[in-house]
């Protein structure tokens, strides 16, 4: 039931937060690094983790768990658009280059 009033009121913001993901991914530099790896990779998922599992669980009450839902689903939205960004890029990319 919140989530439905999140989409409805927050409209703007979801949109926004995808958009501006489709941006940063379709601008950014595509390089195959190491990322995020060990102890950090490892504190990072488990952080991802430990705010999924309260917001599905419903454990922070009040505005702070509307804020939890809204900031959760607006990292979705913004990742997601960070992939669709870096794949139309290669995309585009890849159609554009000369024949080796």
Known sequence: ?????????FWGW????LLLGLAMGWISVVQRGEGVTGAWGRAL???VGVL???AVSQ?????PGYWL????V???LYLAGCVVGSWLRARVVARTA???
């Open 45 to 47: 998922w488990a952080l």
């Open 1 to 9: 039931m919140i989530m439905a009033y999140v989409a409805q009121f």
């Open 69 to 72: 839902d809204l900031g959760l």
């Open 52 to 54: 999924l599992a309260l």
């Open 98 to 100: 000369p024949p080796a």
């Open 59 to 63: 454990v922070v009450p009040g505005r």
């Open 14 to 17: 979801l949109l926004a937060s």
């Open 74 to 76: 607006m990292f979705g």
